[in-house]
């Protein structure tokens, strides 16, 4: 297979049918919200999810992964086509792209994001977990059994391996490297790497649009710009400001200054008395490095979102339903990053709702956040039930 062939079909299944997923819970979301980052953000989202959801039960029942790999992608591929369709109106909104640029701050994050990709795709990984998952990926897009039913080492079979095989992830990896052709160890570390740095950062400026949201937008006489109402009726006092010969940000400068400033710590949080590889900035195939720099601050997104909206958007019978449809699959993803994130993303989702529902005293989003939760949580504890059984403590 050419590797221009191999390319291509990395960007339709990890480009193209994580965005034609993304529509539809991107539609159940604020206008506002109607963005392409939005779009790949929840398709991802809502493919892992769904990837976790048929995974762990397929590798207990079965233990082969043959028609696990040939009906999975079969089943993105329709879901794909299906929330295309039925967003197809919403397609002019999701890729109204504005560039600023004649925004300083804007290139100087567009610099540090592509130097610290560059760095992670050229930097080598001195580090034994990638070795033994790479190495259980690569074993099992070989063979037709799966699920950590072979040695990373050999190949050869062994026993399921209670520890890791709840993970998704990997499996993942092992699918896209029989879809694209590409190795799973390079599909980890380059293409993912890549959709993990791109989707922390939006997920850093999409935050940081709601924390600058009172601040005066610059006025432009662009045709695109006089179309955003919303911006340009913000654009008050302005002229004000400037009297005091003091620099005051507009709401985009300062947007792109918070996400350069998160951008710069992220450079030089390397170091550390335990290791010295970070999981965002060397470990980022890791699944502890999409729990932390992705589901972590996207799930304070949500209840920010959440907790500044009226309970006027989504279905009428269902308010903010896309919010929580993609609440609830962030849990499933918790799940398929690893130990880490079946302990922490339940927790950390439910507190976060519970947080802010009282602090805003709006209980219906800790209710609705806990009903879309119940799924997940079936899966966890039958999860946890097996490991403390292989491990002897109950029912042994």
């Known amino acids: 297979m050419s590797v221009i062939i191999k390319v291509l079909l990395c960007i339709l299944w990890m480009v193209i049918i994580p965005g034609c997923i993304g529509c539809l819970p991107t539609k159940l979301m604020h206008k506002k919200y109607h963005t392409l980052g939005f779009v790949l953000l929840n398709g991802y989202i809502c493919m892992f999810g769904i990837f976790q959801m048929l995974y762990f039960p397929t590798a207990l029942k079965w233990k082969d992964s043959a028609y696990f790999y040939k009906y999975v992608p079969l089943l993105f591929v329709i879901l794909g086509f299906v929330s295309l369709a ?22 100087i994050v567009l610099v540090m994001i592509a130097f610290m990709i560059y760095k992670r795709v050229t930097l080598g990984v001195n580090d034994p977990d990638d070795s033994y998952y790479m190495g259980i990926a690569m074993a099992d897009a070989a063979t037709d059994g799966a ?79 006089k179309e955003d109402k919303e911006e340009t009726e913000v654009a008050k006092g302005a002229e004000e400001k400037k009297k005091d010969n003091k620099w005051h940000p507009d709401k985009e400068s300062a947007v792109y200054l918070f996400t350069a400033m998160v951008a710069f710590l992220d450079l030089f949080y390397n170091v550390s008395v335990y290791t010295s590889q970070t999981f965002l900035f060397v470990r980022t195939w890791h699944g502890k490095s999409i729990f932390a720099n992705v589901i972590v601050p996207y799930v304070l997104l949500l209840m920010i979102i959440l907790a500044s909206e009226n309970q006027d958007v989504g279905l009428k019978k269902f308010p903010n ?66 490991l403390l059984s292989a491990k002897g403590i109950i029912f042994g």
């Open 321 to 386: 339903l896309g919010y929580y449809i993609i609440t609830g699959f962030l849990v499933f993803v918790s799940l398929m990053t690893g130990s880490t994130g079946m302990i922490l993303g339940p927790l950390f989702i439910g507190l976060s709702a519970l947080v802010t529902a009282i602090g805003n005293k709006k209980p219906g989003i800790f209710v609705y956040t806990l009903l879309y939760m119940i799924p997940a949580m079936m899966m966890i504890i039958r999860i946890g039930l097996i």
């Open 86 to 107: 039925l967003s197809f109106k919403k397609l002019k909104q999701f890729f109204h792209i504005r560039v600023p640029y004649k925004n300083i701050f804007f290139y």
């Open 147 to 225: 699920f950590y039913f072979h040695s990373a080492f050999t190949g050869g079979d062994i026993m399921f391996q209670y520890r890791y095989g709840y993970m998704g992830l990997i499996t993942f990896y092992s699918m896209m490297q029989r879809l694209t052709g590409i190795s799973a160890s390079v599909v980890a570390h380059i293409p993912m790497a890549i959709m993990v740095f791109l989707a922390h950062y939006y997920v850093i400026y999409e935050i940081g649009k709601i924390l600058f949201d009172k601040l005066p937008v610059k006025v432009v006489k662009s045709k695109e710009d």
